[in-house]
């Protein structure tokens, strides 16, 4: 029998990217898919590809995407055979999976019992070690007092790793130095810990000089077979978030590919896995990868976000493979007959800004583009129209590439992200670009410190105004104005490419004075000069120069009026000054209003109305997206105002903290 007749109808209990991947695979074989949305996501594209769709609740994923309840009611609603948690969410919730079965609903992962014994970091690395695979050294035990904590750390020595026990994608997890930064890293992933996995405990472990992140894909199916499907390295990372991910490791030996996976398929076979999974290491890299210089981190009991690497180097589908087990099928081949060819990278496009900290940036997305090129896949849960919501992970897209060799793919990466367009939200798509030209990753060795001591190389700081974006943004606005009163306003543009120079043809040809054209420029006033020279119109910035051989640059009109100016992956918002939009708050000193850098929930104010605190100092935390983001004082003063109170939402650019002279 085939998966469509022993599983003829799926049921993907998630959203973006992984359902429209889960669907396309699904519906090639044959399986009638059901997709279960939010109301944020009521139009989101996984809904439109899914063959039926089913509200669940508000956009908060507490109420709808991670509510058991609501989804397993759907799944026997719309009589789903199987229901396939993606990653995030409920993927890994053992209580889930048991429900599933116990509905008589195919659960398309581990047994419950795989889920319950890798899930706790603590009780994962306990059980691993029996089973002789190496862990780091540190504490992971059942105690939780602050002073015990703090003590372990000493033992360990310092610099130490703090980490959530349910965690997972660098929420809960602390660095740290010095015996006087434990306590307040400690108390942070705590909070972190709760929030996102609803369990504050932690571990401690010993800090890897160097470290890079190896992990092995591993198969098992229910026939007693287990198998790996070769390594990925992920050590590209910020605050412990995968950026970068590449198959094969680079510097892999054969002999050290083949003890890592023999650690990896042990670890498995000990709890009876089945299904997808990996299993995750620190490697130290200061002399290369070597056999004895690997430990166990932590077992995902999903699929990866990075899978897609896998199958380029593999030619498997591992959606399929995960629903050939779940139907009770074996795997179908032996360890001896897993080949790779080639090597793939992904990058993890994001809606956030490099140059303001990462910072998570949300709105609708005017423009959307990405290329068809050789060895390129893109793999994506929105589309030109759609909107990135504060509720859940601002990923865009993943973009893979696949060629003979690590370099081929690195260039064939690099030329893809410089073709991709996203207007709206800012990306870090300039930032990805950068990684892959940047000579340390490509000619190692690297770590996974490699991103945060390379921020100011590839361009995650405050950049010079693109003045060039500017001008081409601001041709287009004089032409605007110049045609208002005589023709309908042109058509938004999407992906056009402008150059400061502009043909005169739309203008009239007689000659004219130069004119003053007043702009907001991302928030700032700036003032350009637009002159007619050989019938040709000209744009200068005072104080800026110009290249005019720069002329790749796409413009996307947002609302009317405003231009997003797309240049080498940045993004320039450029408008006609309006004086009567000034936000005011803004005047209030320099730098005395310290405002939400994005939505989300203030959950700790440390300052008071009338206190004195000095630059730096903290003044709140606001978390989005289950990570904390510090705001800090940007010069010393006095608080005149605290706006809002700890537990209460907050706005993007909402007034927290107002700072007197």
């Given at each position: 029998?085939?998966i469509?007749?022993?599983l003829p109808?799926?049921l993907?209990?998630n959203?973006?990217?992984?359902?429209?991947r889960?669907?396309?695979?699904?519906r090639r074989?044959g399986?009638?898919?059901?997709?279960?949305?939010?109301?944020?996501?009521?139009?989101?594209?996984?809904v439109?590809?899914?063959?039926?769709?089913?509200?669940i609740?508000?956009?908060?994923?507490?109420?709808s995407?991670?509510?058991?309840?609501?989804?397993?009611?759907?799944?026997k609603?719309a009589?789903?055979?199987c229901?396939h948690?993606?990653?995030?969410?409920?993927?890994?919730?053992a209580?889930f999976?048991e429900a599933?079965a116990?509905a008589g609903?195919?659960?398309?992962?581990?047994?419950a019992?795989?889920?319950?014994?890798?899930?706790?970091k603590d009780?994962?690395?306990?059980?691993?070690e029996?089973?002789?695979?190496?862990?780091?050294?540190?504490?992971h035990?059942?105690?939780?007092?602050?002073?015990?904590?703090?003590?372990?750390a000493?033992?360990?020595?310092?610099p130490?790793?703090?980490?959530?026990v349910?965690g997972?994608g660098?929420?809960?997890m602390?660095?740290?130095?010095?015996p006087?930064?434990?306590?307040?890293?400690l108390a942070s992933?705590?909070?972190?810990?709760q929030s996102a996995f609803?369990?504050?405990?932690?571990?401690v472990?010993?800090?890897?000089?160097?470290?890079?992140?190896?992990?092995i894909?591993?198969?098992?199916?229910?026939h007693?077979?287990?198998?790996?499907l070769?390594e990925?390295?992920?050590?590209?990372?910020?605050?412990?978030?995968k950026?970068i991910e590449?198959?094969?490791?680079?510097g892999?030996s054969?002999?050290?590919r083949?003890?890592?996976g023999r650690?990896?398929?042990?670890?498995?076979r000990?709890?009876g896995y089945?299904?997808?999974?990996t299993v995750e290491?620190?490697a130290?890299g200061?002399?290369?990868?070597?056999?004895?210089?690997?430990?166990?981190m932590?077992m995902?009991?999903?699929?990866?976000?990075?899978h897609p690497?896998?199958?380029a180097?593999?030619?498997?589908?591992l959606v399929?493979?995960q629903?050939?087990v779940a139907?009770?099928?074996?795997l179908g081949?032996?360890?001896?007959?897993?080949?790779?060819?080639?090597?793939?990278?992904?990058?993890r496009?994001?809606?956030?800004d490099p140059?303001?900290?990462?910072?998570?940036?949300?709105?609708?997305?005017?423009?959307?583009?990405?290329?068809?090129?050789?060895?390129i896949?893109?793999?994506?849960?929105?589309?030109?129209?759609?909107?990135?919501?504060?509720?859940y992970?601002?990923m865009?897209?993943?973009?893979?590439?696949?060629?003979?060799t690590r370099?081929e793919a690195l260039?064939?990466?690099g030329?893809?992200?410089?073709?991709?367009?996203?207007?709206?939200?800012?990306t870090?798509?300039?930032?990805l670009?950068?990684?892959?030209?940047?000579q340390?990753?490509?000619d190692?060795?690297?770590?996974?410190?490699?991103?945060?001591?390379?921020?100011?190389?590839?361009?995650?700081?405050?950049?010079a105004?693109?003045?060039?974006?500017?001008?081409?943004?601001?041709?287009?606005l004089e032409?605007?104005?110049?045609?208002?009163g005589?023709m309908q306003a042109?058509?938004r543009i999407?992906?056009e490419h402008r150059s400061?120079?502009?043909?005169?043809?739309?203008?009239?040809?007689?000659?004219?004075?130069?004119?003053?054209l007043?702009?907001?420029?991302?928030?700032?006033?700036?003032?350009?000069?637009?002159?007619?020279?050989?019938?040709n119109?000209?744009?200068?910035l005072p104080g800026?120069?110009?290249?005019?051989?720069?002329?790749?640059i796409?413009?996307a009109e947002?609302?009317r009026?405003?231009?997003?100016?797309?240049h080498?992956g940045?993004?320039t918002?450029?408008?006609l000054?309006?004086?009567?939009?000034?936000?005011?708050?803004?005047?209030v000193?320099?730098?005395?209003?310290?405002?939400?850098?994005?939505?989300g929930k203030?959950?700790a104010l440390f300052?008071?109305?009338?206190?004195?605190?000095?630059k730096?100092?903290?003044?709140?935390?606001?978390?989005?997206?289950?990570?904390?983001?510090?705001?800090?004082?940007?010069r010393?003063?006095?608080?005149s105002?605290?706006?809002g109170e700890?537990?209460?939402?907050?706005?993007?650019g909402?007034?927290v903290v107002?700072?007197?002279e």
């Open positions: 029998m085939s469509a007749e022993k109808s799926i993907i209990a959203r973006g990217e992984i359902a429209c889960v669907i396309r695979t699904a074989l399986l009638r898919t059901i997709a279960v949305h939010s109301d944020a996501d009521a139009e989101a594209l996984f439109q590809m899914a063959d039926e769709a089913y509200a609740g508000p956009a908060p994923a507490r109420e995407y991670l509510d058991a309840g609501k989804i397993l009611a759907v799944a609603q009589g789903a055979a229901i948690p993606g990653y995030g969410f409920l993927s890994e919730n209580d999976a599933c116990a609903i195919v659960f398309v992962g581990p047994p019992s795989a889920i319950r014994a890798m899930g706790l009780a994962a690395k306990a059980l691993v029996k089973a002789n695979v190496p862990v780091v050294p540190g504490y035990g059942a105690e939780q007092g602050v002073d015990f904590l703090r003590g372990e000493r033992r360990i020595g310092y130490v790793l703090i980490k959530a349910a997972g660098g929420k809960g602390r660095k740290v130095e010095r006087e930064d434990f306590d307040e890293a992933a705590r909070r972190e810990g609803g369990d504050g405990r932690v571990l472990e010993k800090y890897i000089l160097q470290p890079r992140h190896v992990e894909q591993v198969f098992g199916d229910s007693g077979h287990v198998v790996h070769y990925r390295d992920c050590s590209l990372q910020r605050r412990h978030q950026v590449e198959a094969p490791a680079p892999m054969a002999e050290v083949a003890a890592m650690a990896a398929t042990e670890a498995a000990a709890v089945v299904g997808a999974g290491f620190i130290d200061r002399e290369g990868l070597r056999a004895d210089g690997f430990w166990f932590e995902n009991t999903r699929l990866q976000v990075e690497v896998t199958e180097i593999t030619g498997l589908d399929e493979l629903l050939q139907a009770g099928e074996p081949f032996t360890q001896a007959e897993v080949t790779a060819t080639g090597h793939a990278v992904e990058a496009l994001y809606a956030e140059e303001k900290g990462f910072l998570p940036s949300t709105g609708k997305l005017w423009a959307l583009q990405f290329p068809e090129a050789e060895g896949r893109i793999d994506t849960g929105v589309e030109a129209g759609d909107t990135v919501t504060p509720f992970d601002p865009i897209a993943k973009v893979i590439a696949h060629g003979a370099d260039d064939r990466l030329a893809a992200l410089a073709e991709t367009v996203v207007a709206g939200p800012r870090n798509l300039a930032f670009k950068a990684l892959t030209e940047a340390g990753f490509r190692g060795p690297f770590d996974t410190g490699f991103i945060e001591r390379n921020l100011s190389a590839l361009g995650a700081e405050p950049q105004l693109d003045a060039a974006a500017v001008a081409a943004a601001a041709l287009q032409e605007e104005r110049q045609l208002a005589l042109p058509e999407e992906g400061p120079w502009l043909d005169a043809d739309a203008f009239s040809l007689m000659p004219r004075p130069p004119i003053g007043p702009l907001l420029v991302d928030g700032e006033r700036v003032e350009a000069q637009i002159e007619w020279q050989e019938g119109a000209h744009v200068s800026h120069d110009i290249d005019e051989g720069e002329h790749e796409a413009l947002a609302e009026g405003t231009y997003l100016a797309l080498r940045r993004q918002s450029v408008a000054f309006d004086p009567f939009g000034v936000d005011l708050d803004a005047a000193g320099a730098g005395g209003v310290i405002k939400a850098p994005m939505h203030l959950v300052v008071s109305v009338g206190e004195t605190v000095v730096g100092q903290r003044l709140a935390i606001v978390e989005a997206m289950k990570m904390e983001h510090v705001l800090t004082a940007p010393d003063g006095l608080v105002e605290v706006a700890p537990g209460s939402q907050v706005a993007e909402a007034k107002v700072l007197g």
